[in-house]
């Protein structure tokens, strides 16, 4: 691990988060809780077997990490953040409301995994409407279904189908996001290759608001 040798927390910070990789193994830990090894490469789409590995034992050795062998039917080792390392989710929920901007344009070569959208949404969306019904929006994009529910005066996400979604939402990622976050209207979104089914007016209880990047 290379470090930048200043006597500063930032730069003592990015020493051991600041690699490639490195946040993203966090990010993969603190949505999905504990995960195989093969979890973390198939949420890691890029990454290089060893480099991985390397990773893994960085975070270990600057206690972010820690591995657990579980007992069978498993049978297999399990990552995990420690303590130390779950107080890096503000930094990433912070990461996620300054990149969410840079979302705009979707490259061609862009992997997707739904689960990564699941934080996003529950931190983005509003639920507008608290004292209605609870009401249920099924995302069908990426590698799985993503079921918002909005109720109480909060947004949920979660991965897997909803029993009886108020409305489905199927396409790319782009313009599902650009539809709930308000920046795209239903029939610019359906232009852009995404189908509905159900009630769409549920989408104006949960439209979280988007400000796209600025330069001075």
């Not at 990010?27 to 390397?54: F, K, V």
């Not at 209207?185 to 979280?208: F, H, K, T, Y």
Request: proline fraction near 8%; charged fraction near 25%.
């Amino acid at each position: 691990m290379r470090s930048y040798d200043e006597y500063c927390a930032v730069a003592k910070s990015l020493d051991v988060v600041g690699d490639r990789w490195t946040l993203l193994i966090v990010r993969e830990l603190a949505l999905r809780g504990g995960c195989r090894y093969t979890d973390l490469r198939n949420g890691l789409p890029g990454i290089a077997s060893n480099l991985l590995a390397d990773r893994l034992r960085e975070l270990e050795q600057a206690g972010v990490v820690r591995r657990e062998e579980a007992p069978p039917p498993i049978a297999t080792t399990l990552f995990h953040l420690t303590p130390r390392g779950r107080e890096l989710r503000p930094l990433l929920d912070e990461l996620v409301r300054w990149g969410l901007p840079l979302m705009v344009e979707q490259k061609p070569s862009d992997a997707v995994r739904s689960h990564w959208l699941v934080g996003a949404l529950e931190l983005m969306l509003i639920d507008h409407r608290p004292h209605e019904s609870p009401v249920e929006i099924e995302i069908r994009t990426g590698d799985q279904p993503v079921t918002l529910e909005s109720a109480d005066g909060t947004v949920r996400a979660r991965l897997g189908p909803a029993e009886d979604p108020d409305l489905t939402l199927s396409g790319d990622p782009n313009p599902i996001l650009g539809l709930l976050f308000g920046k795209l209207e239903l029939v610019d979104a359906q232009a852009a290759g995404v189908s509905s089914v159900g009630d769409p007016a549920v989408l104006d209880r949960i439209n979280g608001a988007f400000q796209s990047p600025t330069s001075a």
